[in-house]
T-cell receptor
Framework: AQTVTQSQPEMSVQEAETVTLSCTYD???????LFWYKQPPSRQMILVIR??????QNATENRFSVNFQKAAKSFSLKISDSQLGDAAMYFC?????????????FGAGTRLTVKP | EAEVAQSPRYKITEKSQAVAFWCDPI?????LYWYRQILGQGPELLVQ????????DSQLPKDRFSAERLKGVDSTLKIQPAELGDSAMYLC?????????????FGPGTRLTVL
């Protein structure tokens, strides 16, 4: 079974600085999807960024970018120019493309604090 | 902007009582998911629906949990009887298709406390 590991329970960053959140996963599949979701306090989880494993180019969404290392099974999230609104729990997730085996596997999360 | 609705937002109950949670997905979304998120952990899938049919309920404790989506739109998750270990956040999510790359849209969740 696929597992997702986030080794940093908590991280903090100064406003306007850059922070990187780590994620590793274990799988025997060659094709899959990886996600970073953000869960602000008392608010719903929202998708930050998505990466398809067959695409070599790292995904980017404004201030958010990923470093996808397929061979190392690593998928880190970089947040540039951190803002107070970035404070949240961040979850890394893995999903198989197969219809009958495609439940989303989440890591335990990293709590990000942004200091003004 | 369309959102996934859930109610109630908070529920406190005593063990051995029955509880029910409701979810209304984004209009037109055929795929609906129920997750359980224990404090300090990531969400874990309980059940997945495609329209009104259950696609995956392998992690649903069927002796006490049940889920239905009778008309393929809104859904209800029930626990009977509730146990202390059921205290958690119950999240509902929906997507337009079940395929792996499709974004799942999450509701605000129902926080259950079992005393």
């Amino acid at each position: 079974a696929q597992t997702v590991t986030q080794s940093q329970p908590e991280m903090s960053v100064q406003e306007a600085e850059t922070v990187t959140l780590s994620c590793t996963y274990d799988t025997s599949e060659s094709d899959y999807y990886l996600f970073w979701y953000k869960q602000p306090p008392s608010r719903q989880m929202i998708l930050v960024i998505r990466q398809e494993a067959y695409k070599q180019q790292n995904a980017t969404e404004n201030r958010f970018s990923v470093n996808f290392q397929k061979a190392a099974k690593s998928f880190s999230l970089k947040i540039s120019d951190s803002q107070l609104g970035d404070a949240a729990m961040y979850f890394c997730a893995y999903r198989s493309p197969l219809y009958n085996n495609n439940d989303m596997r989440f890591g335990a999360g990293t709590r990000l604090t942004v200091k003004p | 902007e369309a959102e996934v609705a859930q109610s109630p937002r908070y529920k406190i109950t005593e063990k051995s009582q029955a509880v029910a949670f409701w979810c209304d997905p984004i209009s037109g979304h055929a795929t609906l998911y129920w997750y359980r998120q224990i404090l300090g952990q990531g969400p874990e899938l309980l059940v997945q629906f495609q329209d009104e049919s259950v696609v995956d309920d392998s992690q649903l404790p069927k002796d006490r949990f049940s889920a239905e989506r009778l008309k393929g739109v809104d859904s209800t998750l029930k626990i009977q009887p509730a146990e202390l270990g059921d205290s958690a956040m119950y999240l509902c999510a929906s997507s337009s298709l079940p395929s792996g790359g499709k974004e799942q849209f999450f509701g605000p969740g129902t926080r259950l406390t079992v005393l």
